[in-house]
C-alpha cells in the first residue's frame, strides 16, 4: 500500500503518475505492480456544529461514557454528499484498529446525519477506544484513490461509578503481580489493574495517585494510562507494566483514585519469589506436521497445533500467540496442567482466531503452581497459508493519499 499523509495544518497532495511497487522474496524472486494516481487533496472532516458535528449516541462530548460496546456514532458529509465516509475504532493506545464501517455514500443520511453502528462481540466492555472519520473520492478501496480523517475522538464502553467506589474489577482480581523471566527481557516484575467504570481520563495522574507500593516503604510504579493501557482479545481491559529485574517477597499494594474527588480504591498481593521455574526453549517447540523445531514457517491452516517438551507435572503451561508487529494479543491457551518432564503436550488454536494469510508468533510460559512466578520461552514465528507462488507476492495493492 502506498500511502501520503498530510496535516490539518498542512496537507500536501503526492504527485500524480505511476507507482510501482516491487517485492523481492528471500529465494530471489521478484515481483512488481501498478497503480496510476491522479492526486487530489480532499479537506478534512473538521469537528464543530457547523461542521463534521460527530457524536457517540447523540452525546457531543469529546470524552464519552457510551454505556455500551455497540455504540452508534454519527457525523454530518461535511466534506461533501459525493464522498464515501467510514469510521475506524482503536485501542486507546492507537496499536491495532478494532473495527472499521463499511463504505457509505455522503447522501446516506438521516436527519442530515450519516451513522455507523459497531456489531455485538466486537468491543470489550468497561474499555476506553477512539474514533475517526476517513473520507474517500471512490468506493473502490483496492485501486488508487485519495482520502482525508478527522481528528480522534475518545469514548468508554462502560459507564462511570458514581458510588459506592468499585475502581478495581473483582471479576478478575482487581490487581496482579508475576515474576518474569525470559530469554529476550531478563528478570523482570509485571504489574496490572482492571480498572472498571474509570476511564483514563478521569483517573488521577499526580504523584503516587495510580501506583504500586512494594514490600516495606518502597515505591515500584507509577501507572501511566496512555503508555500502560492494555486492550486485548482474550484479556478485559488493563493497564499492565513492569520493572526491569526480579522482586522480593512481601505484599503489594495497587491503588487508583478518581481525579478532583478523592475517591479510591486499593488492592493487597503477597508474593514469594520461586527462581527454579524452568523456561521452555525454540528446541522444545514445533508446528503441526513439523517434526523439529522450523522457524518462519507456513502452515496451510488457520487452526494450527502448537507442541512443545513439558517441564513437569508441577508447572502451568500456558501457550501465547500475537499478531507480528507485537501490536495485538491474539490468542492464548488455557493454563494446562504439565505432564512428565520432556514428554509433548500442545495447543490447538480453535478455528475463527486467526485470519489466514496472516503471519504471528508465538511461545510458551511456564508457571509455579500459585501462578506468581513464569518464565517465557523464546518465539517460533508462522504463517497461516501456503508458500506463496513465484511471481505471485503482489495479489493486490492500492494506492491512497491521505489527509490526517
Not at 478455528?351 to 523464546?378: C, F, H, M
Request: aromatic share 16%; with cysteine; charged share 20%.
Amino acid at each position: 500500500m502506498g500511502r501520503q499523509i498530510t496535516t490539518c495544518v498542512n496537507p500536501q497532495a503526492v504527485n500524480s503518475g505511476r507507482y510501482t511497487f516491487t517485492v523481492k522474496a528471500n529465494n530471489g524472486e521478484i515481483t512488481s505492480n501498478f497503480l496510476d494516481l491522479t492526486a487530489v487533496t480532499i479537506p478534512w472532516p473538521m469537528d464543530g456544529s457547523g461542521n463534521l458535528d460527530r457524536r457517540v449516541n447523540d452525546n457531543t462530548a469529546d470524552k464519552v461514557y457510551a454505556g455500551n460496546t455497540t455504540p452508534t456514532f454519527k457525523w454530518k458529509p461535511c466534506v461533501g454528499t459525493g464522498y464515501y465516509y467510514r469510521v475506524w475504532v482503536t485501542d486507546w493506545r492507537n496499536r491495532a484498529v478494532w473495527w472499521v464501517s463499511d463504505l457509505d455514500i455522503g447522501t446516506n443520511t438521516e436527519g442530515g446525519y450519516m451513522s455507523a453502528t459497531v456489531p455485538q462481540d466486537i468491543l470489550k466492555p468497561n474499555t476506553p477506544y477512539w474514533w475517526q472519520v476517513e473520507v474517500f473520492d471512490s468506493n473502490n478501496l483496492w485501486g488508487a484513490l485519495n482520502s482525508s480523517v478527522s481528528n480522534e475522538y475518545y469514548f468508554y464502553t462502560g459507564t462511570k461509578d458514581t458510588g459506592p467506589y468499585d475502581f478495581l474489577n473483582d471479576t478478575y482480581g482487581k490487581a496482579g503481580f508475576v515474576s518474569g523471566r525470559s530469554f529476550k527481557d531478563g528478570d523482570r516484575a509485571f504489574f496490572w489493574a482492571f480498572v472498571q467504570n474509570l476511564a483514563p481520563w478521569n483517573i488521577d495522574t499526580t504523584t503516587n495517585k495510580f501506583r504500586v507500593d512494594g514490600p516495606g516503604t518502597s515505591h515500584d510504579y507509577d501507572f501511566n494510562p496512555d503508555n500502560n493501557a492494555f486492550t486485548a482479545d482474550p484479556y478485559p481491559f488493563m493497564y499492565n507494566s513492569f520493572v526491569q529485574g526480579a522482586p522480593v517477597d512481601g505484599t503489594y499494594n495497587f491503588y487508583v483514585y478518581e481525579d478532583g474527588t478523592g475517591n479510591n480504591e486499593t488492592a493487597n498481593i503477597a508474593f514469594t519469589i520461586d527462581n527454579s521455574v524452568p523456561q521452555v526453549t525454540k528446541d522444545d517447540m514445533h508446528h503441526e506436521n513439523v517434526v523439529t523445531r522450523i522457524d518462519n514457517a507456513y502452515l496451510p491452516y488457520t487452526d494450527p497445533e502448537l507442541f512443545w517438551k513439558s517441564k513437569g507435572a508441577g508447572y502451568w503451561h500456558r501457550v501465547m500467540i500475537f499478531d507480528w508487529n507485537y501490536r495485538r494479543f491474539v490468542w492464548k491457551s488455557d493454563y494446562l496442567n504439565g505432564v512428565t518432564a520432556g514428554s509433548d503436550m500442545s495447543a490447538q488454536v480453535p478455528e475463527g482466531i486467526l485470519k489466514p494469510s496472516n503471519p504471528y508468533r508465538w511461545w510458551v510460559e511456564v508457571y509455579d503452581s500459585a501462578k506468581q512466578n513464569r518464565t517465557r520461552s523464546q518465539w517460533l514465528s508462522f504463517k497461516t497459508g501456503p508458500a506463496a507462488e513465484p511471481g505471485r507476492f503482489l495479489p493486490a495493492i492500492y494506492l491512497l493519499l491521505l489527509g490526517d
